[in-house]
């Protein structure tokens, strides 16, 4: 019986030994330290959020007629993008196999074979718009009786 009460006089906070509490004690100063760290990231977060709100808010007081758009118009150009996909995806059927095929016989690069098979038909795509830009030119300068001009 002595041995055990010169034990719990020596250690009356649960018997650890100094390297234990030293452990405890840096461990705490970790963990204190990756809570302080995640609260400057939140406080970095918000004044980002803040200065961001304000940035628009300047934006919108500076133009105001970005903020009246009509829904139509939104719908329009959804539906532009949606028919540019499309036809993309339709220059990629019919322009990417051969466009695939002859890189393949010029460069044996599987890389310049996937760049050519999905960018030929992206180039197809540019002047089919430019085209297409061209054709509503004309057909303004004919409503409104001007002459067009064909220069690119």
């Given at each position: 019986?002595?041995?055990?009460?010169?034990a719990?006089?020596?250690?009356?906070?649960?018997?650890?030994?100094?390297?234990?509490?030293?452990?405890?004690?840096?461990?705490?100063?970790?963990?204190?330290?990756?809570?302080?760290?995640?609260?400057?990231?939140?406080?970095?977060?918000?004044?980002?959020?803040?200065?961001t709100?304000?940035?628009?808010?300047?934006?919108?007081?500076r133009?105001?007629?970005?903020?009246?758009?009509?829904?139509?118009?939104?719908?329009?150009f959804?539906?532009?993008l949606?028919?540019?996909?499309?036809?993309?995806?339709?220059?990629?059927?019919?322009?990417?196999?051969?466009?695939?095929?002859?890189?393949?016989?010029?460069?044996g690069?599987?890389?310049?074979?996937?760049?050519?098979?999905?960018?030929?038909?992206?180039?197809?795509?540019?002047?089919?718009?430019?085209?297409s830009?061209?054709?509503?030119?004309a057909?303004?300068?004919?409503?409104?009786?001007?002459?067009?001009?064909?220069?690119?």
């Amino acid at each position: 019986m002595p041995a055990s009460t010169a034990a719990s006089t020596a250690a009356p906070h649960g018997g650890g030994s100094a390297a234990h509490e030293e452990a405890s004690r840096q461990a705490l100063i970790v963990t204190a330290k990756k809570i302080n760290w995640k609260g400057h990231d939140v406080l970095d977060a918000e004044g980002r959020v803040i200065t961001t709100v304000n940035a628009i808010k300047t934006l919108e007081e500076r133009n105001p007629d970005l903020l009246n758009v009509h829904s139509s118009d939104v719908v329009k150009f959804g539906v532009f993008l949606f028919g540019l996909a499309c036809v993309y995806g339709i220059d990629v059927l019919l322009f990417g196999a051969t466009a695939e095929y002859v890189a393949s016989l010029i460069t044996g690069n599987w890389m310049l074979v996937l760049i050519a098979k999905y960018g030929i038909p992206l180039f197809f795509l540019g002047i089919e718009v430019l085209i297409s830009l061209k054709i509503i030119e004309a057909r303004d300068a004919q409503d409104q009786e001007e002459v067009p001009s064909y220069v690119w």
